[in-house]
């Protein structure tokens, strides 16, 4: 079986940063990407940042300069930086870990709230 397992959300003010970690256990083999998503109230899905295994990224326009992934291959584990957070930003956050077989595994989400 596998377990993913993600941390590091919490309530910051704006300017501040976060480092959010999620990591897989378990049999999961032959990853190609990893990533993370976050859901706003009211929002639709929106996806964040990716990374392959190869070190390719993705960024949505909104985070470019502000949010950093990152990954450690052998531990299973992808990382997200966050500076300068804006109240927008303000979401829950699911990790994810996309295999080549087209199966994904998830986070359970953290509460990333950015306000004074």
């Known amino acids: 079986q596998v377990q993913v397992v993600e941390s590091g959300g919490g309530l910051v003010q704006p300017g501040g940063s976060l480092r959010l970690s999620c990591a897989a256990s378990g049999s999961i083999s032959s990853i190609q990407t990893m990533g993370w998503y976050r859901q706003a109230p009211e929002k639709q899905r929106e996806l964040v940042a990716w990374?392959?295994?190869?070190?390719?990224?993705y960024y949505v326009d909104s985070v470019k300069g502000r949010f950093t992934i990152s990954r450690d291959n052998a531990k299973n584990t992808v990382y997200l930086q966050m500076n300068s957070l804006k109240p927008e930003d303000t979401a829950v956050y699911y990790c994810y870990f996309r295999t080549t077989r087209w199966v994904d595994y998830w986070g359970q989400g953290t509460q990333v709230a950015v306000s004074s």
């Open positions: 990374i392959t295994t190869g070190g390719n990224t």
